[in-house]
Structures are given as structure tokens and as C-alpha cells.
């Protein structure tokens, strides 16, 4: 059974930095087609942050976060990550993990192209 675990969310202030793990079980990292970061804040959609193509580690970013965020996995810990850095509150969201079994085109992160999601971890970014 496939479970993804993502943790390492809380509060942090305006400028700071914050780290993203997503565990993965029930299957070997890199066995997916891709693997994404999401976000949802209150009232909004739900939007594609990140995303990391297995078969050629092509990396794609939403435009409200490139240059800040990045997301890499161990494969030997079977984790994905997304470090966040110059954090601001408008990336305040509860930030969702998903891998892709399916060829699609991952470059606009699309959550109807993922399949597997994790619970959710809530990010706060306040004074």
C-alpha cells in the first residue's frame, strides 16, 4: 500500500527558512513518473509548487517560487523534499505531497496529474 508522509511544517517568521520531508512507503522512490509538492491556503485551489521528474531528475517550479524553493529526494531514505527559504505570508498553505503514476506532462504541476497524496502539512509564515 502506498503512504506518503509529509512532515516539517510550522510557524515561522517572514524571511525565514523551512524544510519539507515527504516519506514514502509501499513502494521504492523513483519507481513513480514524478513526484510534487502542492499548496492550498484557505478559499484558494489547490496549486502545483514543485515538481521533480524521476526518469531525467528535470526539475519544474511554480513562477511564485523559483529562486526560493527546491525540491531533491534520497532516494536511499525513500524522501522527498522542499527546502523553502525567504519564506513570505503569502506561502502560508497547507503544503501536500503526491507522486505520478502515469506519464503526463508535469511542466504547469497540475494536482489532477498525480495520483497518490499525502495527508497535508501546515506552513505558517507570520510575525
Known amino acids: 500500500q502506498v503512504q506518503l508522509v509529509e512532515s516539517g511544517g510550522g510557524l515561522v517568521q517572514p524571511g525565514g527558512s523551512l524544510k519539507l520531508s515527504c516519506n514514502v512507503s509501499g513502494y521504492k522512490l523513483g519507481d513513480e513518473y514524478a513526484f510534487g509538492w502542492f499548496r492550498q491556503a484557505p478559499g484558494k485551489e489547490r496549486e502545483g509548487v514543485a515538481c521533480l521528474v524521476s526518469s531525467d531528475l528535470m526539475k519544474y517550479y511554480a513562477d511564485s517560487v523559483k529562486g526560493r524553493f527546491t525540491i531533491s529526494r534520497d532516494k536511499v531514505k525513500n524522501t522527498v523534499y522542499l527546502q523553502m527559504n525567504r519564506l513570505t505570508p503569502e506561502d502560508t498553505a497547507v503544503y501536500y505531497c503526491?507522486?505520478?503514476?502515469?506519464?503526463?506532462?508535469?511542466?504547469?504541476?497540475?494536482?489532477?496529474?498525480?495520483?497518490?497524496w499525502g495527508q497535508g502539512t501546515q506552513v505558517t509564515v507570520s510575525s
Open positions: 503526491a507522486a505520478a503514476w502515469s506519464q503526463r506532462g508535469f511542466f504547469y504541476i497540475r494536482p489532477s496529474d498525480f495520483d497518490s
